[in-house]
């Protein structure tokens, strides 16, 4: 039994860590007052109570140990300090100087805090927010869970129904990853995300956001599955609880719930904060975006890239669209890069890989002469390119 | 046992396709040509090498020196349009892209680096260099490459050759920890790949 208890452990802690040292700050207990269901986290620091949570405790500390040297971790001081800015403005500058923030390269939508105060928000999150309203929506729900002790309370439930059952998945192979495939074995209770949901939509208030940005994020989440499950010729798993959504499904339910809660309670209408977030994330977007074009889901890609577009098509987002459909390759995917490329170079766009795309490009569509200009622009323009000796070559056959 | 064993017991099965319980490694011995991957690809070893029984794919293979986490080479031969350089294990949630009709020898560092970022589940993965090669006779593309899986401290290099003909892909790929061990066996993987022809 030591040994479930102790395994039991090692899956929380990595998916949660749960934190003892909430104190809440005046705005929180404001918010908190808005939301009923939300509890008065404990004035006191969280004391474990016996062998099996002190454990607990103990690797969560690992876990965030191993993740702070982990090379996932994005450093860049511009863009943790624009994240901590958000959430410190949703909490409130005491409780926000305790809480550690990990951004991490990881192209899943994900946020979570750990009980030890850890939060670790995805990449794949920052490229998904459209703006800092939406961020602030997710931050507020992670830091709810974390202030009503969501975490602690899951384990003791876990510990005592299923510890034998969570055994068993854990040592299933295949089942655990990475964080995010741990978190599918777990997930919060309705009434938990219930809390979770109106506790950030009140803290979203409080700090002055329009909260109707709150449900779209959840409605973009399911939209961004629809257009998944279209290109695949798949059933759209939007409605499912699977994957890597397990922990927070984007249920038709919860968009409802959070867009009465944004009538009831509208913070400040009109304030999303996109210009903001997009100063922020102008730097990031396109390796964000490089990481999702990787992932062999043009319905999803295309369908961020969409969203990315509501500004209008920068040459980067064409670029980045040429990319997308080049690397597909199927059908008329070709034909379609050439055209994004040939946009983006028009719309006055730099990067000189929109040369080399659609260099390739022409060469596979028959038109070499031009396709080896192409080529050779990209190397006039990168010269010291990894991929130059065989770009090089490409664009000097057959002459 | 320890937590970080565990995670990377649970780590190692999900990256590598399920083992029967009797997967078994048999000598590769040196100096003389074998087929690999139950293709026509073909390679003379400069060394003594070791075969997993357990192949990823029909048309797969993987040798080691001294374990698969000290220093791998995979072998593909004759992957045709449609095919996944891995065993397409989560094809619901996270499907391998499949060798597409018109691929270019540029194309291969491309459909690789997609594959092993779906496979492995990680961002951190970077190709280095990339330049033309031969595999026997035949136009190739020599590539370079680094990883690491998330949430592992620990960088792995790798380098690969991949050859297309008719639409039909062989490559082999070599990787190993960044630190030491990649440079020790390197000429040794680099002996394999330059002696191969299909
Ligand atoms: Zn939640």
Known sequence: MALLARSLRIVLAALLAIQPELVETARAQEAAAQAASLPVADEEAYKPVDKDERGLWMDTEEGERQLKASQQVIRDPALNAYVRKVLCNLVGPGKCASIRLYIVRTPDFNASMAVNGAMVVYSGLLLRTQNEAQLAAVLGHEYTHFAGHHGLRMFRQVKEKSAAAAWLAFTGIGLIASFSMAASLFSYS?????????????LMAAAGYDTREASKVWEQLRAEMDATAAVRNTKSRKDKNG????????????VANLAQMATANPGVAGATGLDSYSAAMGHWWPVFFDDQLKRNDLGASDYLLAALAQQGWSPWL?????????????????????????????????????????GLARLKLERPEDGKTDLNEYLRR?????????????????? | ?????????????????????????????????????????????????????????????????????????????????????YRDADKKNRPLPTLTKGMALTDIPEFFESSNRIALNTSLFTVTGVEPAKMGERDAVKFNYEYAVEGSPLKRRGTAIGSLSGGVLYLISYSAPATHFYEQNRAKAEAIMASAHY
């Open chain 1, 243 to 254: 994957g890597i959504f397990a922990t927070h499904p984007p249920t038709a339910e919860r």
């Open chain 1, 190 to 202: 309705r009434d938990m995300e219930r809390e979770a949901d109106s506790g950030g939509l009140a």
């Open chain 1, 318 to 358: 064409l670029y980045a669209r040429g990319e997308l459909y080049r690397r597909r390759a199927l059908g008329n995917d070709i034909a379609d890069a050439e055209k994004f490329y040939s946009q983006g170079i028009e719309a006055g766009g730099e990067l000189p890989e929109l040369w080399r795309g659609r």
């Open chain 2, 1 to 85: 046992m320890k937590k970080r064993n565990l995670l990377l017991a649970a780590l190692v099965l999900a990256s590598l396709p399920a083992a029967p319980a009797l997967a078994g490694w048999k000598l590769v011995p040196h100096a003389k040509p074998i087929t690999v991957a139950k293709g026509t690809l073909t390679v003379t070893p400069d060394a003594d090498w070791n075969r997993w029984s357990v192949r990823p794919i029909k048309k797969g293979e993987v040798w080691t020196l001294d374990g698969t986490g000290l220093n791998e080479v995979y072998f593909v031969s004759g992957l045709i349009v449609g095919e996944t350089l």
């Open chain 1, 382 to 399: 990168s010269p010291d390119a990894v991929d130059k000796a065989m770009i090089a070559m490409m664009a000097g056959e057959t002459r």
